[in-house]
């Protein structure tokens, strides 16, 4: 968390950490459903977002309607297994990101792109409010070509609005889905377990009009 006065910059790929072979240990279990927070999960969907500190985003997923499970991790880098040190130095190029498994029998993903949307601040590039540096980078890691195209088109219509409100261009990566690595432990479900935890992610106040592209 935090990070004023940090770099804002990714750095070449030659000059990131070269990590390891080794995954992060983890308790493959939900602090606060108790589901997994790996595996298969047959007829489920998955998708990644960046949002800013991932403690208070993976917070706002875990409970919505039809959202399986939720894990934090990394993403969009280059160091294969980073820790935490790593990615906050900015040595990895990775993203803070939050993987939501979701069931499309009970969600879509357009609503879930809407919570993306609503609450955060996809304008400000490398940051997300005091929190600066490149893993707060917006981001959204799609899991195929239709969720691809779906992510597109809402930031078009987020983007009409957000200009309405007098904010300036989205700066969101949306990207096919990278390698995705868990984070340590303790930061699995951090706010269940630290309820008073730093949480800096706050939206524009801007509603989002998912659903106008195909009324």
Request: contains cysteine.
């Amino acid at each position: 968390m935090f990070g004023l006065g940090k770099s804002v910059d990714l750095v070449p790929r030659e000059r990131t950490v070269p990590g390891r072979e080794t995954e992060m240990a983890l308790i493959n279990r939900h602090f606060v459903t108790a589901r997994p927070l790996k595996g298969e999960f047959p007829g489920m969907q998955r998708v990644l977002f960046g949002m800013g500190c991932f403690w208070g985003v993976e917070r706002m997923f875990w409970g919505l309607p039809g959202v399986y499970t939720t894990a934090v991790g990394y993403a969009g880098g280059a160091t294969p297994n980073p820790t935490y040190k790593e990615v906050c130095a900015g040595l990895t190029n990775h993203n803070e990101v939050v993987l939501v498994v979701f069931d499309p029998q009970q969600t879509s993903f357009e609503a879930l792109l809407k919570v993306f949307w609503e609450n955060h601040d996809p304008t400000q590039g490398m940051r997300q409010g005091n929190d600066a540096g490149t893993q707060y980078r917006s981001g959204i890691y799609c899991a195929d070509p239709v969720q691809l195209a779906a992510a597109q088109d809402s930031k078009a219509l987020f983007q009409a609005k957000l200009r309405d409100a007098r904010y300036g261009a989205i700066t969101t990566e949306i990207l096919p889905m990278p390698a995705f690595y868990y984070a340590e432990d303790y930061h699995q479900q951090y706010l269940a377990k630290n309820p008073d935890g730093y949480c800096g992610i706050g939206g524009t106040g801007v509603t989002c009009p998912i659903g106008l592209a195909t009324a």
